[in-house]
T-cell receptor, first 108, second 117 residues
Framework: GIQVEQSPPDLILQEGANSTLRCNFS?????LQWFHQNPWGQLINLFY???GTKQNGRLSATTVATERYSLLYISSSQTTDSGVYFC??????????FGTGTRLKVLA | GAVVSQHPSWVICKSGTSVKIECRSL??????MFWYRQFPKQSLMLMAT?????????EQGVEKDKFLINHASLTLSTLTVTSAHPEDSSFYIC?????????????FGNGTRLTVT
């Protein structure tokens, strides 16, 4: 099946710093979503981005489907950005496969 | 819109008992729902796809008799962990797509933390 790898696996930032998270997938996909999982386990939908670029406040995402990767940019990070970031991809069926995740900690 | 409600948020049960987790789509009809399992510090692993009015489709390695899935209506899917054991302790999350023309994103419930003692 399709493999979804995220990097880096762990990231520590000082508040105010910028970061880029990467999601690589091994095969073509129909859809891709980015999620933030907060410390309570809730999954927050950040972007639905099968291709192109989207921005929402301090966050933006770009998916280059032909090269099989997506990037999530976090600017001016805040402590509330801490948590785990997942990308999830769909290929063919309705099933979404999750990436390995990036654990982010933002220090005050 | 596209709210998915999951209940209970957490449950503690004794080994050998069964636990039922409910997943409801509150403002849309979901012919398909998905159940995921997450161990501490790991990613979400798809367990099964729940199809309204038909049998669930289980991923390889997931025991059908252990994790019973019922999708009796367009807004409700249930996961029953039968004869639970400590190794079944995990975070279980359901999700659903709000159907519309073309593709649509996946929406998640808040998850259920199961602890089996």
């Amino acid at each position: 099946g399709i493999q979804v790898e995220q990097s880096p696996p762990d990231l520590i930032l000082q508040e105010g710093a910028n970061s880029t998270l990467r999601c690589n997938f091994s095969d073509s996909v129909n859809n891709l979503q980015w999620f933030h999982q907060n410390p309570w386990g809730q999954l927050i939908n950040l972007f639905y981005i099968p291709s192109g670029t989207k921005q929402n406040g301090r966050l933006s995402a770009t998916t280059v489907a032909t090269e099989r990767y997506s990037l999530l940019y976090i600017s001016s990070s805040q402590t509330t950005d801490s948590g785990v970031y997942f990308c999830a991809v769909r290929r063919g069926t309705y099933k979404y496969i999750f990436g390995t995740g990036t654990r982010l900690k933002v220090l005050a | 819109g596209a709210v998915v409600s999951q209940h209970p948020s957490w449950v503690i049960c004794k080994s050998g008992t069964s636990v039922k987790i409910e997943c409801r789509s509150l403002d849309f009809q979901a012919t398909t729902m998905f159940w995921y399992r997450q161990f501490p510090k790991q990613s979400l692993m798809l367990m099964a796809t729940s199809n309204e009015g038909s049998k669930a489709t289980y991923e390889q390695g997931v025991e059908k008799d252990k994790f019973l899935i019922n999708h009796a209506s367009l807004t409700l899917s249930t996961l029953t962990v039968t004869s639970a054991h400590p190794e079944d302790s995990s975070f279980y999350i359901c999700s659903a797509r709000a159907p519309r023309a073309g593709n649509s994103p996946l929406h998640f419930g808040n998850g259920t933390r199961l602890t089996v003692t």
